[in-house]
């Protein structure tokens, strides 16, 4: 590799015809991450071998190391982070599973490793197709957890990730959560900024007086017991907290260096302000949900759509804001969770625990769609609506959980 062809790379913004993956993939050169490790498994693997691509075409500079498994890779940018690296990992469906000791001890430790998802069914029985499962193992060990909708996204979301998870008040770990195939294969145009926008948006990775090294010999991973178990708990709690405020802080200057964004970096409203019955998902759900949500509206039907971009941290007060004055909800939930109360979805109990401090609460109905990657349609998402409204108009909630477009 010569300094000079990596000099020139990324010095003039440009638009690229890519994948999610392949966004991803920039992001971390864009960001001048030190250690990025692989493992092959699809969909998550398109991102290590456009990686790979960049760096043999002297456009990237870091350590790329193939570990002999997802947990040995997870493992390795983890004591990477640990001594002042920049890092990056990734995984899909069961070998995010793999790494599962590795990825929790991450968050336990406080190192702002930053991973991506390519959501993948689990197996048995296998499919390569989207379900959002697997991220969502790591909701309560204190990862960051976020849902993008395209390759545009994939790329800003990966420069916000460093940006929040390294800030001094927060060093968690950030996980950036693609839809398997539809976003991780899909291509679409996306605005790539310069090497110097970054530098100037993104600092360095600066672990100060918690840098593993010689001259600082300090303990990592101690055994704590029960005297010190549950400070350290409430330490990464308090981090989570503040997670907040650096979000609201990082995306607000993104917008002003980059010129883009959303009003909120949590949530994405659609035609929600007068809107009656209003569809929450995550993910590229939006993109049926949107075009189905302007036919209803051009039918004079009042609704809307939220999209959670962020479910961990969960933003509570930005949901209620957005949906308490909505007569119904139609959550479309792409995972599950067997036994839960209604034998509803993960993020239908998730808003529906965030709505319930409210006096007036909307009617809640949970629809379980697109698992392993079956494509959710324009007509499905008019179905949902038409269950809604009528549970709306005749104040009673037949089925609280639907199982959408499933043979019997």
Not at 29 to 38: E, G, N, R, S, Y
Not at 246 to 252: G, L, P
Not at 271 to 278: F, Q, R
Not at 346 to 369: C, D, G, K, T
Request: charged fraction near 25%; proline fraction near 4%; aromatic fraction near 10%.
């Amino acid at each position: 590799m010569t300094t000079t062809v990596q000099n020139e790379m990324f010095t003039e913004s440009t638009e690229e015809l890519i994948s999610g993956s392949e966004a991803i993939a920039i992001a971390c050169a864009l960001a001048d991450v030190d250690v990025i490790t692989a493992y092959p498994i699809r969909p998550y693997d398109t991102v290590m071998q456009y990686v790979s691509k960049l760096k043999a075409d002297g456009a990237f500079d870091c350590d790329f190391i193939v570990a002999e498994s997802e947990h040995s890779q997870f493992e390795i940018v983890k004591h990477a982070s640990a001594v002042g690296a920049r890092t990056f990992c990734g995984s899909s469906g069961v070998g995010w599973f793999y790494a599962f000791e590795a990825i929790t001890v991450t968050a336990g430790l406080r190192m702002p490793v930053v991973a991506m998802v390519g959501n993948r069914a689990l197996d048995d029985p296998g499919a390569f197709g989207v379900e959002h499962n697997d991220a969502m193992a790591v909701r309560d060990l204190g990862w960051h957890l976020y849902w993008v909708a395209t390759a545009q996204e994939a790329l800003d979301t990966a420069l916000l990730a460093y940006k929040v998870a390294e800030d001094r008040r927060v060093l968690l770990p950030f996980a950036i959560s693609c839809d398997g195939s539809f976003l991780t294969h899909s291509q679409a145009i996306v605005q790539v900024p310069t090497r110097a926008q970054v530098e100037g948006y993104l600092p360095g990775y600066n672990r100060h007086e918690l840098q593993l090294h010689p001259d600082n010999p300090i303990t990592v991973a101690p055994q704590v017991n029960e005297d010190w178990l549950m400070e350290i708990r409430r330490q990464t709690d308090d981090a989570m907290r503040r997670a907040v405020g650096v979000v609201y802080e990082a995306y607000d200057e993104f917008k002003e260096v980059f010129g883009r964004g959303d009003p909120s970096p949590f949530i994405e409203e659609y035609m929600t302000e007068d809107a009656e019955i209003i569809i929450v998902g995550m993910g590229t759900l939006a993109m049926p949900t949107r075009v189905a949500v302007r036919r209803m509206r051009e039918q004079g039907k009042k609704v809307g759509f939220v999209r959670v971009k962020f479910f961990r941290p969960f933003a509570v007060e930005e949901i209620q804001n957005a949906l308490k004055g909505a007569k119904g909800i139609a959550v479309i939930d792409r995972d599950y969770s067997y036994g839960s109360p209604s034998f509803g979805g993960v993020l239908f109990h998730e808003l529906r625990s965030a709505l319930y401090p409210l006096q007036e609460r909307p009617m809640m109905l949970n629809f379980i769609a697109g698992l392993g990657g079956r494509e959710v349609m324009v007509r499905d998402i008019n179905e949902m609506v038409e269950t809604t409204e009528k549970a709306v108009a005749t104040g009673k909630i037949e089925q609280e959980t639907t199982w959408v477009n499933v043979r019997e």
